[in-house]
């Protein structure tokens, strides 16, 4: 989708609506386009009238779409945590992510997430201090059968590094290492 790279939305919103009113329907991955650019500019009501339409036309989302609205609900989820401490010296008060993690499963029941949504889930479990509900999640993902990569690794081993859980840290390197 032009313009959304550049994060210029006003134009990708001109083009998606200039092609629609053209009798075209866009498809799961312009409306994946068109969501992830919105998050990136922090505009989630936008996102969210953006999947809206795409639920309305009949277009199914998949595991990308998503996950990228789920990062965008979490990113801003945090943003708005932090926001609230104000000057103060300390950590992120747990957030329960639940709600965000059961309207993924909302979004459709047949969607698996991937490593890259159970990434998501961690790093922001791990960012504001649910890291046993990260620990949990990764687990899962494990159960699941996926392979955690590089990113989900180091989303945990930051979070242990920075709780000084240097037993977790040594624990992680060795499935690391053990592939």
Known sequence: MPFVGDGDMKRAQWVFDLLVERGMTPDVITYTMMINGYCRANCLRQARVIFNDMKERGIKPDVITCTVLLNGRLKENLKRARSLQCGKER??????????????????????????????????????????????????????????????????????????DGYRVITLVDEILKG
Not at 110 to 128: A, F, G, M, N, R
Not at 144 to 150: A, K, S, V
């Open 91 to 164: 950590e992120v008060e747990k957030i329960d992510h639940s709600p965000f993690w059961n309207e993924l499963n909302d979004m459709g029941k047949e969607i698996e997430p991937d490593v890259y949504c159970y990434t998501v889930l961690i790093d922001s479990h791990c960012k504001t201090n649910n890291f046993q509900d990260a620990i949990d999640l990764y687990d899962e993902m494990i159960a699941r059968g996926l392979q955690p990569d590089i990113v989900t690794y180091t989303a945990l081993l930051s979070s242990c590094w920075g709780r000084g």
